[in-house]
T-cell receptor, first 115, second 112 residues
Framework: DAGVIQSPRHEVTEMGQEVTLRCKPI?????LFWYRQTMMRGLELLIY????????DSGMPEDRFSAKMPNASFSTLKIQPSEPRDSAVYFC?????????????FGPGTRLTVL | SQQGEEDPQALSIQEGENATMNCSYK?????LQWYRQNSGRGLVHLIL?????REKHSGRLRVTLDTSKKSSSLLITASRAADTASYFC????????????FGAGTILRVKS
């Protein structure tokens, strides 16, 4: 298996622009997680899905952030409009374990820079 | 505040030495995991220890869990330059909705 795939790997955009991050989980995994990593706040869980349904989005910082999972093999995280404080590395992870608390498999991340 | 906190924040050792990292947490947990993150990469799962386990081994890794002290340690024996990375503990607890909560991490540098 190719592992969790994320695109793009790097994104540089200007404040106010829309940003869309993409993730393809490992085939057969039924949980998908979106994390954000910064030096100041560490690794934060933004939202997670089970069987394509959002279960907990309490970590989504603002209404500017939205996430979808239209099918089992694809998810997007959208920021509209983007702000400089959104600059971070965004990770997608997936797992198969019931309850979502087993080993998680992380993608390589998308490094977002908002100017 | 974070559920898990690692200690030390940074550690620098010579190749061949052992490295010990500690993690403390605040609430009762279901299990605790350790992850490694190489610079510019995603996290990689190392080992999972359940709340009813006290010690677990995987290759050069040894993890202990003391639920009475709400702490865990990760020991890497005979370290190698390739072990240079950040190491994170992650806990899942009913109080946190059974989501994984990561600590701030320990930066390990192994000098050759």
């Amino acid at each position: 298996d190719a592992g969790v795939i994320q695109s793009p790997r790097h994104e540089v955009t200007e404040m106010g622009q829309e940003v869309t991050l993409r993730c393809k989980p490992i085939s057969g995994h039924d949980y998908l997680f979106w994390y954000r990593q910064t030096m100041m706040r560490g690794l934060e869980l933004l939202i997670y899905f089970n069987n394509n349904v959002p279960i907990d989005d309490s970590g989504m910082p603002e209404d500017r952030f939205s996430a979808k999972m239209p099918n089992a093999s694809f998810s997007t995280l959208k920021i509209q409009p983007s702000e400089p404080r959104d600059s971070a590395v965004y990770f997608c992870a997936s797992t198969k374990t019931t309850g979502g608390y087993g080993e998680q498999f992380f993608g390589p991340g998308t490094r977002l820079t908002v100017l | 505040s974070q559920q898990g906190e690692e200690d030390p924040q940074a550690l620098s050792i010579q190749e061949g030495e052992n490295a010990t990292m500690n993690c403390s947490y605040k609430t009762s947990i279901n299990n605790l995991q350790w992850y490694r993150q190489n610079s510019g990469r995603g996290l990689v799962h190392l080992i999972l220890i359940r709340s009813n386990e006290r010690e677990k081994h995987s290759g050069r890794l040894r993890v202990t869990l003391d639920t009475s002290k709400k702490s865990s340690s990760l020991l890497i024996t005979a370290s190698r330059a390739a072990d240079t990375a950040s190491y994170f503990c992650a806990t899942d607890a009913k109080e946190y909705g059974n989501k994984l909560v990561f600590g701030a991490g320990t930066i390990l540098r192994v000098k050759s």
